[in-house]
Every structure is written in structure tokens, then in C-alpha cells.
């Protein structure tokens, strides 16, 4: 199965008007070559400034998340954001001719249609996922917004949202995988309480805004006066400003019951796209806004970077336990020994190698068109590797052998194909006790983990 880095077949462009600043604007998203990420590009300033799409160049998250490089900058980039990051794209370039994405209907719809019909194409890299290897919590007390997010196999959201509105209430929406974002997620619109509307029209902050952009909620009585302002302001007859069924203004119909809570989620998607690189994790957030967003994908970013280079191994260093040693200590032969050289051993951890190539005999028939090592071998390669850790630390290991006693908790991150050094991380859980061991078992490759698990082993005396 493929899993490369994704670009557009062709580029495609959309017109509108920007919803704070309300200047028309045209953006033109281009096909971008390989670890290029997103990035913006102002080609209506002077040298064509680029603002790259990343957490460090987020300069304000009032009303929507804008990226700033020098004098150029960029705002409401989430929806578009998401767009790309929904349908699984790594590499664009994105030209404007103004300092902001077009609203649109304040979702990400139109933006998906457009790149739907331009097409996607795989490109030869594969993907850099940011993989979560432990819990990583946020908490927010002054905004009342908590997030966390759990190792998963997907890229997974679920979110709650309280206004605590008579209108709203409480909401919660999820996202199983990226496969669900185009149907059930890019459609959802942006929404704003009336009241809050007229707040913002009176501050000059949505000089593009237009009732038919965002879902319109109304939760209090308007006075006559401020219900002119509004129908004067958006060129709408005031009979639209009233409110039907559960105070949505009569201008629009959700989508779906909880269209505020997945347009919440949109956001998020949008803004953790800034990350840099695609993300295997369940992301739980409750009353999120772009702000927090910001300030927990800094923190997710961080955490993972720094577990992930704290857990790397150069396979190149020099054996301190041989291929030849190896047999010394393990009774495995070929095809069935599986670990190279050990080139760290401590009293209750040790790190081997495996150097996986095409002639390795299961790739025969696992698979001969798309060679991929059996998870199973992976596991059965950490275990010798957990037998080397045993075993010299006994007198005479040629008359012992290890046996499995237990599998438990394993998962499966990354393939492991021809090519790769397999990374074999090994750690006692507790001391070794009546011949019994728990380990901890991490697999990497580079620095991303393939396999992680726990194997429990017996030490057993050889007979005769």
C-alpha cells in the first residue's frame, strides 16, 4: 500500500472577498514539489514575498489564524488549510493578490470542489508523519479549553463545544479518519451569534461579511435600531433578520444539527495543519478556538520532536555485539535470525539492528510485487533482541533460550520495506524474577516507530 506525499495534478484558482478586510482577492493553488509543505505566496507585493504555512509565523488569531513573514501577510488561512490537509495533500504553493483567503460561504467546500477537479497526485517521497507515542495534554484555564491527544493508528478529532447559549447548547461532533472529511466536515460553515455580529460590524472587523457567509444565530431580542444597522450594513431587507425554528437566521438551513461543532473541527484541522506534516493521533478537544489551537499544536509539535530525537539511533555505529557474537548467545540460523549487531547494551535496555534488503527470504512470498516485513517477524526480531539482553548477563548462555509468554498491547506505525534499518529497542519493564521478563519493545525506523509493544519472555534451560 502506498502511502507517498500528495500534490495536485494541475493548479486551479478561486475569486472572492476577504471576510475581515473586504478585499477581493484571487488565490491560485499550485502542485509543489516534494517536503515542500504549504506555503503563501503575495504576488501582489513587491518580490513576491513567501509566508510558509507553519506554527512559528502565526501572528494573531482574532476571528481566524493569520501567518505573518517580515511585512507580508496572510489571514483566515484555516479554511483553506484544511481543505489541503482534509483530502490528505503535503505540497502546495498558494499565490493571493491581497492579504487574505477569499470566505466563500465559510466553510471549505468550494475550495474541495476545486481540488477535486484539478485531481491529486502521489509523489515519490513518503509521508513524514508526526506519530504520537504517549498522551499529550493541554489545558487552557482562562479560555476553559482542555485538549488531548492519544496515540491512534488515524487521524482522528472529537470535539465538544459550549457557549453556553439557550441556543446552542452543548454540541459534539467527530471525525473518525481523513475519509470522512470531505462528506461530513468541509461543508460545515463558520457561525457567529447575532449580537456578537453587530459587535463585530461596529468595530470595522468584517468589512467582507455577509449574512450568507456564516450561520447566523440569534439568542437574544435585537432593538430596531441595531436590526437597521445590520440590514443596512449587508444590503439585506430586515425580515432576514429574523429569526426561525431554533433562532438561525431564516437566510440559511444547517446542514446538520451539530454543523457549529464540525465547523469547529474544520478549524482544527486547519490549524494543526501549521504542524508541518501529517498526524497519526486522536486529537479530544473541548470549547477549542483558534488561539488554543495554535498554542497546543506548538505544544504536539514539540513534545513529539523531542521524544522522537531522544529515541533515535544511528544504525551505522560500530557493533559491540557482532553477527558472530549473536550466534554465540541466540540459537536462531538463517533465514530465521533476524538481528545484524547490537550497538547498545545496558543493565536493563539494549538497541540492535536490522538491516532489512530484497533478499531477505519472506519477502518472497509477503509480498513479491510490494515487499512489506511480516509485523509478526518484527515482533519475533525484538524478541531476539530481548534475548540478547537476557542471555548475556548469564554464565554459560549457550545452555539457555527465551521463549514467548506473552504479547500484549502491540501496534503497528510505520511499514517496514527493503531498505530500512529496523531500529530494535528492548527495555525491562520490571527485574527479571523466576525466570520470567517483561519488556518494553520499540521498533524504529529513523525516527518514527514501526512497531511498539510489550513481550513478556521465559528463560528456560536447554535440554540434554
Known amino acids: 500500500m502506498s502511502d507517498k506525499q500528495k500534490t495536485l495534478k494541475t493548479s486551479f484558482s478561486i475569486k472572492g472577498v476577504g471576510l475581515h478586510t473586504g478585499s477581493p482577492v484571487e488565490i491560485t493553488v ?17 518580490g513576491s514575498p513567501v509566508i510558509p504555512a507553519r506554527l512559528e ?12 513573514v517580515g511585512v507580508a501577510e496572510v489571514h483566515t488561512t484555516e479554511h483553506l ?15 493571493l493578490t491581497g492579504p487574505e483567503i477569499p470566505i466563500m460561504d465559510g466553510s471549505s467546500k468550494y475550495f474541495v470542489e476545486a481540488i477535486e477537479k484539478v485531481g491529486i497526485v502521489d509523489q515519490d517521497a513518503d509521508k513524514d508523519y508526526l506519530i504520537l507515542g504517549d498522551n499529550i495534554k493541554f489545558e487552557n484555564t482562562e479560555k476553559n479549553v482542555e485538549m488531548l491527544a492519544v496515540p491512534d493508528q488515524e487521524f482522528r478529532i472529537t470535539v465538544m463545544v459550549d457557549y453556553h447559549s439557550p441556543l446552542l447548547g452543548t454540541q459534539h461532533a467527530s471525525m473518525y479518519n481523513l475519509g470522512e472529511y470531505k462528506e461530513q466536515i468541509s461543508r460545515c460553515r463558520t457561525f457567529v451569534f447575532l449580537r456578537e455580529l453587530l459587535n463585530l460590524v461596529n468595530a470595522g472587523l468584517i468589512k467582507g461579511g455577509d449574512v450568507d ?3 447566523v444565530m440569534c439568542d437574544t431580542d435585537l432593538a430596531e435600531s441595531e436590526k437597521d444597522i445590520l440590514s443596512s450594513t449587508f444590503n439585506r431587507d430586515k425580515s432576514e433578520l429574523e429569526t426561525v425554528g431554533i433562532g438561525i437566521l431564516n437566510n440559511v438551513k444547517l446542514q446538520f444539527e451539530n454543523e457549529p461543532a464540525r465547523h469547529k473541527l474544520l478549524d ?15 486529537i479530544l478537544a473541548a470549547r477549542p478556538g483558534h488561539q488554543t489551537n495554535v498554542e497546543f499544536g506548538k505544544i504536539l509539535r514539540d513534545s513529539i520532536v523531542k521524544a522522537q530525537k531522544e529515541k533515535a539511533y544511528d544504525p551505522t555505529r560500530p557493533a559491540i555485539i557482532d553477527t558472530k557474537q549473536i550466534t554465540n548467545l541466540l540459537p536462531h540460523r538463517y533465514p530465521f535470525l ?44 525484538l524478541a531476539q533482541t530481548g534475548g540478547i539482553l537476557v542471555l548475556s548477563s548469564v554464565e554459560q548462555p549457550e545452555l539457555y533460550s527465551t521463549y514467548f509468554a506473552k504479547i500484549d498491547k502491540v501496534k503497528f506505525k510505520r511499514m517496514v520495506v527493503p531498505g530500512d534499518s529496523l531500529i530494535l529497542k528492548m527495555e525491562l519493564i520490571a527485574p527479571i ?14 525516527n518514527q516507530i514501526a512497531c511498539e509493544g510489550e513481550l513478556m519472555a521465559q528463560i528456560v534451560k536447554n535440554r540434554g
Not at 57 to 68: E, P
Not at 268 to 281: E, F, N, S, T, V
Not at 341 to 365: A, C, S, W, Y
Request: charged letters at 25%.
Open 57 to 68: 509565523n502565526v501572528f494573531s488569531t482574532q476571528r481566524g489564524t493569520s501567518l505573518k
Open 213 to 215: 457567509n456564516a450561520i
Open 81 to 95: 488549510l484544511a481543505a489541503l490537509f482534509g483530502l490528505k495533500i503535503d505540497n502546495a504553493l498558494i499565490d
Open 433 to 446: 524474577r523466576r525466570g520470567m521478563c517483561v519488556m518494553k519493545a520499540t521498533a524504529f525506523v529513523g
Open 30 to 46: 499550485h502542485p509543489a514539489d516534494e517536503n515542500h509543505g504549504f506555503a503563501f505566496r503575495r504576488i501582489d507585493m513587491d
Open 338 to 381: 533476524l538481528i545484524d549487531k547490537v550497538i547498545e547494551l545496558g543493565d536493563n535496555h539494549v538497541v540492535g539492528v536490522k538491516n532489512v534488503t530484497r533478499n531477505e527470504e519472506f519477502f518472497n512470498g509477503h509480498f513479491p510485487d510490494e515487499p512489506v516485513m511480516p509485523g509478526v517477524l518484527i515482533v519475533e526480531a
Open 268 to 282: 482544527i484541522i486547519g490549524d494543526l495543519a501549521l504542524i508541518g506534516r501529517p498526524i497519526k493521533g486522536h
